[in-house]
């Protein structure tokens, strides 16, 4: 049987091609080939985490004229601030006291693909809450200007700073 398949298959010209490529086609499409393979995700958190601890890395290179490993402790996630209306509704007593406040705040919308968004109008990193740095064989004094110098970047108080050769 299949020999006469490949017999046939041999015999087809011009448009069978196309037939037969797009036959192949379809069932390629309807074969279940397993699970297929997911594309990472890049994690803005990690890709900070990643950037802040290769910084620190270059830093501690350059201060201290040796190699250094660095780990980066963050605090909360990006955070975003979004475009809005704010109303505030007051009602007065006879006495013109205020009675009851209440305020409305409604966030600013664009038409995005069919939908709406809000507009965004800030983007904060996480906050960096603690950083260790190692860098062997750097000098004592390396060491204390490395850090003096990692709590002035970063605005940590000295607790939240290990540094060490």
Known sequence: MLKETLQKLTKIKGIGYVAL????????????????AELPVEDKNTVFIENAEKTLRDLG????????????????????????????????????????????????????NGGTSLVPLKESPPKISGVAVVCRGASANDVKALKVMIQALYGLEEQSVFVTN
Do not use: F, H, P, W
Not at 21 to 36: D, R, S
């Open 21 to 36: 490529a797009l036959i192949a086609g379809i069932a390629l499409l309807l074969v279940n080939t397993g699970e297929g």
């Open 61 to 112: 290179g350059k201060v201290c004229g040796v190699k250094c490993v660095a780990a980066v402790s963050v605090s909360g996630g990006y955070t975003y601030t979004y475009a809005s209306d704010q109303s505030v509704r007051t009602v007065y007593n006879a006495d013109g006291t205020v009675a009851e406040k209440e305020a409305t705040l409604t966030g600013k919308t664009v038409n995005l």
